[in-house]
């Protein structure tokens, strides 16, 4: 008999006290289940975590293994101190919250949402389980009572059979900052339900070169070792040789893909080996899903792909066949070719669709898309690290949640070609939910008649994520060389505090104009949108600017008394154009700093 459920239970959550002095108590109202669920009970409860921090969990059950229910759980709050929210998606817009989404699955975002006061502290976060399967957070705000309403959505994808299945969602109220809000649910999915991210290996957080935007598909092996040369002069330790190496086709489409064979880059080995001797570490770009309709191995996967469209097809992970053909592929490459490393990319396309059969059968081990995908990663990830057990695998957004830090170490940020803003605000979106997974840039990149300070600015709008870049260095005027040889050299000198310090990014909805990390000695800040920053820095810390307003000055401000400091400036040029003592009270501070130049100040004592 088919039943519909509506289930509410009444969630008491913290109080939080707010700067205007009064005590406000977001509290979910009318937490439901709403849907048909049909031969299974549904049922909600709940337990505190600690103060502000609570947990429901959600079950279905049912006496013999049947198709899951779509349903959803519902809620709503005040919408009181709140001007802002965060999402693990790509979106820049962080400020309008008329409507607020996120679509997560195992290879698709994240199962998160936040809500944020104007002074960057956390007022609501909302977490998910289960990031395996399809989840969808929905919320916004209503303008009759000017309330937050929120839905997450369970099995809005048709999955196979299944008798009992659980997820928590994790309610936190607290009042911190949201980047220790969004740190504590990477933290819960890690050590609360055993997604346990890959180690990452140090070369995973070293400069890196790419070819993609350089070199697109017209590689050639000498170019490509003279590249390397260059690169590893200005401070590179890795090339990641992108798309184009495995075929001779350059229509930038995947018709020829699916071989593996390198009709291009015919001497690999050797190739990888003269790299190696610059003590450089290769990396191989595979787009995994993608079987081209010229292919050779076309015909053979024939019934085993997902859906076929356009000039390829999308493989079915559930077939074990499949599986062993990827796998091989890549561990063949790393044994054969001595490669240090992969770029596994378009994962995210292991989707079903309306038209999939998902059940066992006909030669299918798994009934499950996204099963046989985490098996697929998994086994993928065992066999890599076998061979090489510092393997280094990058993973691109949007294939950046919690079960992906299980397979990879790298997190690149997705293409935005010479778009610094964006490539800041993946980068930062990255870093804040990543933990110690190694975060890359996207691939930063210029024009060479691009000014020294504007060219600049599109490494440093991502100085706190590994840097990777990808200009033609054979091409590139004497200045440009010398503005990244400066830059990228203060990185490697600082990677410690940058990569590992305390992170803070201001004013997500302002597309975070000032980003910070502190370490022990050290405090660095980037300067974006505004020439200002509020400082507290330690008794002894030394406090590096970088001044990326395109503005000529800085303005910085500290609550304490600084004492006599060393005061130096440089150009992006690494030109040292003062370097002064002087005694810095408490207060405000207006200081000259070349734009994409760097000052520091370092106490005396």
Not at 153 to 166: K, M, P
Not at 382 to 391: F, H, T, Y
Not at 409 to 433: E, G, I, K, Y
Request: charged residues 25%; negative net charge; glycine residues 6%.
């Amino acid at each position: 008999m088919m039943k519909t459920l509506l289930t509410t239970l009444t969630l008491l959550v913290c109080s939080l006290s707010l700067s205007l002095a009064r005590t406000v108590e977001l509290t979910p109202e009318n937490l439901e289940i709403r849907g048909e669920t049909g031969p299974f009970e549904a049922t909600l409860s709940t337990r505190e975590e600690e103060p502000g921090v609570q947990i429901v969990t959600v079950k279905l059950q049912a006496d013999e293994p049947a198709k899951p229910p779509k349903f959803t759980v519902t809620w709503n709050i005040p919408s009181v101190d709140i001007q802002g929210f965060w999402l693990p998606t790509t979106k820049v817009d962080k400020a309008t919250y008329y409507t607020i989404n996120v679509t997560s699955r195992a290879a698709t975002y994240a199962p998160v949402v936040n809500l944020h006061s104007v002074a960057d502290r956390n007022r609501f976060t909302v977490a998910v389980s289960e990031a395996l399967r399809k989840v969808n957070l929905r919320g916004g705000v209503r303008e009759e009572d000017a309330r937050f309403y929120f839905s997450a959505t369970f099995f809005d994808e048709d999955e196979a059979d299944l008798d009992e299945w659980s997820a928590e969602i994790r309610f936190d109220t607290r009042d911190i900052a949201y980047e220790e809000a969004l740190a504590g649910v990477s933290s819960w999915w890690a050590e609360d339900h055993g997604m346990t991210p890959l180690a990452v290996p140090d070369a995973a957080r070293r400069p890196m070169y790419s070819t993609w935007y350089a070199f697109h598909q017209k590689l050639e092996e000498d170019e490509l070792v003279a590249e390397c040369r260059k690169a590893k002069e200005l401070g590179f330790d890795a090339i990641i040789i992108d798309d184009g190496w495995q075929t001779l086709d350059s229509q930038r489409g995947y018709a020829y893909t699916g071989d593996w064979k390198p009709e291009r880059l015919t001497r690999m080995g050797e190739m990888v080996e003269q790299i190696h001797d610059l003590e450089m570490k290769v990396l191989l770009w595979y787009s995994v899903p993608f079987v081209g309709k010229k292919s050779e191995n076309f015909s053979r996967f024939k019934g085993k792909y997902l859906r076929e469209g356009g000039d390829s097809g999308i493989l079915d992970p559930r077939y074990p066949e499949v599986r062993a053909f990827l796998i091989d592929t890549y561990a063949d490459a790393v044994k054969d070719w001595n490669l240090d490393g992969l770029k596994l990319d378009f994962i995210g396309l292991f989707q079903a669709s309306s038209s999939t059969d998902l059940t066992l059968g006909d030669g299918r081990d798994y009934a499950s898309v996204n099963e046989a995908l985490d098996r697929l990663m998994t086994d993928i990830t065992v066999e890599l690290k076998a061979i090489r057990p510092d393997i280094l695998l990058e993973f691109r957004q949007n294939y950046i949640g919690p079960l992906m830090r299980e397979y990879g170490n790298m997190f690149r940020a997705s293409d935005c070609p010479n778009m610094a803003v964006v490539n800041r605000v993946r980068t930062v979106d990255l870093r804040l939910l990543s933990g110690d997974t190694a975060v890359h840039s996207d691939m930063y990149m210029w024009n060479g008649e691009e000014t020294i300070e504007a060219a600049a600015a599109q490494l440093l709008n991502v100085i706190f994520s590994v840097p990777q870049l990808s200009v033609r260095l054979d091409t590139l005027p004497k200045e440009h060389h010398e503005m990244v040889r400066f830059w990228t050299s203060y990185w490697n000198d600082n990677r410690e505090v940058l990569l590992d310090g305390k992170f803070s990014a201001q004013r997500p909805g302002a597309n975070y104009p000032v980003v910070y990390a502190t370490g022990e000695k050290k405090l660095i800040a980037a300067l974006y949108e505004t020439p200002f920053v509020d400082l507290s820095p330690e008794q002894g810390q030394t406090v590096d600017l970088i001044n990326a307003t395109g503005e000529d000055f800085v303005t910085f401000k500290s609550d304490r008394d600084l004492g006599a400091c060393r005061v130096r400036v440089w150009t992006p040029l690494g030109e040292e154009v003062s370097d002064e003592e002087m005694t810095l009270s408490a207060g405000v501070h207006a200081l000259d700093v070349p734009s994409s130049g760097l000052l520091s100040i370092e106490p005396k004592n």
